[in-house]
């Protein structure tokens, strides 16, 4: 239970709540609300040695990759789908050993959130067995079921250490809202020992209130208040998605570890001192500006993407 | 604008394809990153099954009227005027209790037996390649009532030594989603799934179903394709089926839905260069 | 799945969609938005042999025991709280032996219909052993569970035939929105077979998309717009709990079956051909005018319970 | 409406007792149908637990601010001004992970260990008396981190034949909820519960905690009750506390505050009728 009255704090404090070997949970999903923010000043902090669990993720997975601070993956999909294809940081690191595999299901992962949030020491699922999942992942066991005879898979509880999540808005109190798609960030917030958001705006709580409150304040440890916090993956409706960043982005990890540092890493993430010179970086108000005018008519929507 | 359609893609032959894989009524979910399934859910939709419940991938929306299609599949672009929205715990819930009528899947590798591998390439202890990973694709490929595999890489050119590399291979490096074969080598049938597994797979030369063994038997090719074509673009010995046909190709209004539905031609993007300009007349 | 573009029906036939014997789960709880007008017609189609499930429930399930519809109770509650106390026609009913008492808990019915909602043949559980529980259903089983050694209660799959509910808003392809707490009617709605629903008002599509989809329409077989068909419980905001008629039905029931028979059942609900006539029996627009005063200040609020 | 306080009744006591079992910055729920509890919640939250999680009963609304105490607990009276809501899966999941630190149950019978019957009198065979059931409480007694069990029905006076019915009886017909021994004796620590079981029974007489063996024993008796009363009240023998002492009344501030949060006074349906005058001089 969170319960203190006022959970702002700073960007950098914010993210202290992340420890070397964490396992951590990152919210949002592909190109949509992921805290960028957040996983930048997790880099600057110089956080070592996480284990990463997910579902389906691009930029954000494969820029943590790409700063070493991941050392097992245990998503069950890192990549840039037909956008750009293959997360090209996140296949290194896998490849040369550095991250260690241990990708998962969607529903192998919901199931073993679902166990730590009702308290159980696994979960049964009827899928999984068969594949090579299995052979992955030994901590799974199988029963007999004592009903139908049929061969079981149990699942362990998963409780992440941290969730790192961008939500829309929230109140001082920790009250969250979002809106769109909450992929996993709700099953995440329950199962976590901590979670830790950045949000566009913090609201007064009737404010707040009256959008509704998607993840009740006691499950949140800390709230910082940062705007384009997901940039350059979108955040609806604040804001689209920013391909063009994102195609540079992909560019510079194509070319190789070294490049990608020097290139992407070095100008966005280390010589960003903070947020606001980030934002400076990637082309300032003109660039924002630009992502806030899909709702203007869908030519203008579709130019995003070209 | 107006004048006539006379010719279609081949990226537009596979949608239709695996569109007509699509029964009405039934729940069908697409993943992520699948433009040709994308638009053949929502081509069936609009077609021979208005009471498909259609679930799009990544943002869980229900019976979205997409504005385009974009390359991103987590994007608002793609939900728009959604009817309702789940979330990804019922979404696979409601495949768990078998009430998804069918699920569509893809892989680097694909084995005679529907099993698909989107994770490694190598074995654990050597990884040669690493793939993305299948998503939610392994609990599908067992929870799914039915699963239509595609591919827009079949074909698989020899290089300077002559050697291919499959698509469709003999043996698949890492099973992340399972066929009709465990990755032990049991029949499904031994195992406590819910689903029946892969019917179809549509790709870029042909399309085959499954023989009573759980076996990949070509059953259609395309205009511009053979089965001695398939059989040097794949990595294994298959049946044909004995009427084997050229394939259907979409009516004119059909081939005008899909340049509606995305007029940025996102789908092209999963088919391979020279690909991109095979057309048949109609 | 059921995806009819047009679920509307009469009350007749939506009650009719439950059979003689059906395992039913009622929604709604205690005093708040019970679907009273659907059990009043089930009674007068003289269902027989219901075996009901739920959680905290009052004068439904009394109600229909007073009726002779119930043979099987697996509710977790059925009492008017500190308003009336026990309740007269369920209590005659368990002890006379013509309802067979399986009562539940509430967290062992919420994994039951997980269990049902996922596809499992069981859920586990912690709870219940030790108690009185586990010798009224022989069909739970424990396990040792093999990850801490832990013996676990497993419970089977509770599928109800059919979940009777009464909602806020439908459009009329069976799309819900319910507003305030939905108690069990989301789990019930999507581990049901069959969902009938009553609603306060069948919107156009937009409008109720616009409110939000409480549950989808693919769980959703037959909607009917019968307007204050939760009465004498509450469907705020629409309209407060009537407490004067509730105590009404209270005394009779205190009476006895016979009295209840006569005075409660046969005015209010066999000699009712239909809803519009039950509305004028209980007092008609005056009466339900009263129930939607509880806005205009908290006096007035009040006065309702006094 | 200012006259000063002077004198604080019986459900006002137990209002405040209860309350002062009930820690800061905890998760604590109180089921329906409980109006004592429902007060000693939101008086708590406003005095010396202002970082309490309050969770309403029935409506699952988190820290509401209720205009007034209705006899029905599932109203949209209780819920005003709640800060969110939980749902009844949530809070239950809550409870069952060990986030759950109190909660509140009472009985038709209470034995010594702190087994609460709420369901039948009676054996299977032969129902003497359906009782109302027990809502979640059965999950809750294993699940809560602590259980203050509470009852305004203790004193137990006889027949005409002499006979008491007591509420603290000796076994319970029906194990609702479990204390320290399960249905079959076991003591609570061989069960793989969460919750460490009751510490608190509150009744119209005194207090009782419990003894290292898990026993009831009195803790507190009240300026109108003995000892010797309490036992011939009780069907079943219990251990004193060495520093037995009188209950600590409420301050006037307290007492104040019952009031303006109980204005219909909906709390004295809980009293028999004789306990509705008994009143303490402060």
Redesign the interface.
Same mark, same amino acid.
Request: glycine share 8%; charged share 20%; net charge negative.
């Given at each position: 239970?969170f319960?203190?009255?006022d959970k702002r704090c700073s960007l950098s404090e914010l993210v202290a709540q992340v420890k070397d070997g964490d396992v951590v949970a990152v919210g949002g999903?592909?190109?949509?609300r992921e805290p960028m923010a957040a996983l930048r000043e997790l880099i600057r902090h110089g956080r070592r040695g996480l284990t990463v669990v997910g579902?389906?993720h691009g930029i954000d997975i494969d820029m943590l990759c790409g700063a070493g601070v991941v050392a097992v993956s245990g998503?069950?999909?890192?990549?840039f789908?037909?956008?750009f294809g293959?997360?090209p940081n996140?296949?290194r690191a @896998?490849?040369s050993?550095a991250v260690q595999?241990r990708?998962n @299901? @969607?529903? *192998?992962l919901?199931q073993q959130l679902?166990a730590?949030?009702?308290?159980?020491? +696994?979960?049964?699922? &009827?899928?999984?067995?068969?594949?090579? +999942?299995?052979?992955?992942h030994p901590e799974f066991?199988t029963?007999i @079921?004592?009903? *139908?005879g049929?061969?079981?898979v149990?699942v362990?509880p998963l409780q992440p250490d941290v969730a790192v999540l961008h939500a829309h808005f929230a109140d001082r109190?920790g009250?969250l809202h979002i809106e769109?798609?909450?992929?996993?960030d709700?099953?995440f917030a329950?199962a976590s020992r901590k979670v830790i958001v950045t949000v566009e705006e913090i609201l007064e709580?009737e404010d707040l209130?009256e959008k509704g409150?998607t993840i009740?304040?006691?499950y949140v440890t800390a709230v910082c208040e940062v705007r384009y916090g997901a940039h350059p993956t979108?955040c609806?409706?604040n804001y689209?998605?920013d &391909?063009r960043h994102t195609q540079h982005y992909y560019d510079q990890a194509r070319q190789g570890a070294e490049v990608f540092r020097e290139n992407y890493l070095k100008p966005f993430v280390s010589q960003c001192p903070d947020h606001r010179v980030y934002l400076e970086a990637i082309g300032g108000r003109e660039r924002l500006n630009r992502l806030t005018t899909?709702r203007e008519s869908?030519e203008q929507? &579709?130019s995003l993407?070209? | 604008m107006n004048e006539p359609v006379r010719t279609c893609t081949l990226g537009e032959l596979m949608i239709y394809q695996i569109a007509l894989t699509i029964e009405d009524g039934i729940l069908a979910f697409h993943g992520f990153g699948s433009p040709l399934v994308q638009l053949a859910l929502h081509l069936a939709k609009r077609s021979h099954a208005p009471n498909l419940v259609l679930v799009a991938g990544a943002t869980y929306a229900v019976n979205p009227s997409p504005l385009f299609l974009t390359p991103t599949s987590n994007d608002f672009v793609m939900s728009v005027g959604a009817e309702c929205d789940l979330n990804i715990e019922e979404l696979f819930d409601l495949a768990a209790s078998g009430r998804m009528g069918r699920m569509f899947l893809s892989g680097l590798q694909i084995d005679p037996w529907g099993n698909l591998n989107v994770t490694r390439l190598g074995d654990a202890g050597h990884l040669k390649l690493k793939l993305p990973g299948g998503g939610g694709g392994c609990n599908l490929s067992c929870d799914a009532g039915h699963i239509t595999i595609w591919t827009a890489a079949h074909r698989a050119p020899p290089d300077q030594q002559g050697r291919r590399r499959f698509r469709l291979v003999d043996r698949c490096d890492f099973v992340t989603s399972v066929g009709h074969r465990s990755v032990d080598g049991r029949p499904r049938s031994e195992l406590p799934y819910r689903g029946k597994g892969p019917d179809w797979i549509v790709t870029d030369l042909g399309i085959f179903d499954f023989d009573a063994t759980g076996h990949a038997r070509l059953n259609a090719v395309y205009p511009d394709t053979t089965v001695e074509l398939v059989a040097e673009n794949t990595g294994f010995d298959f049946p044909v089926a004995a009427d084997l046909a050229c394939a259907r190709l979409p009516e004119p209004g059909i081939i005008e839905l899909i340049r509606r539905l995305d007029p940025m031609r996102i789908h092209r993007r999963e088919l391979s260069h020279d690909d991109r300009t095979r057309e048949f007349e109609l």
């Open positions: 239970m319960t203190q009255a999903g592909l190109s949509w579902s389906a998503e069950s999909y890192v990549g789908e037909q956008d293959m997360a996140y296949r @896998c490849e050993g595999v990708d @299901c @969607c529903y *192998t919901v679902r730590a949030i009702s308290g159980l020491p +696994f979960m049964p699922i &009827r899928s999984v067995q068969g594949t090579g +999942f299995e052979a992955l066991k029963m @079921c004592p009903y *139908t049929d061969r079981l149990l362990p109190h009250n769109g798609p909450p992929v996993a709700i099953l329950k709580h209130a409150v009740p304040y006691f979108s609806y409706p689209a998605y &391909r899909w869908d929507w &579709r993407y070209e | -």
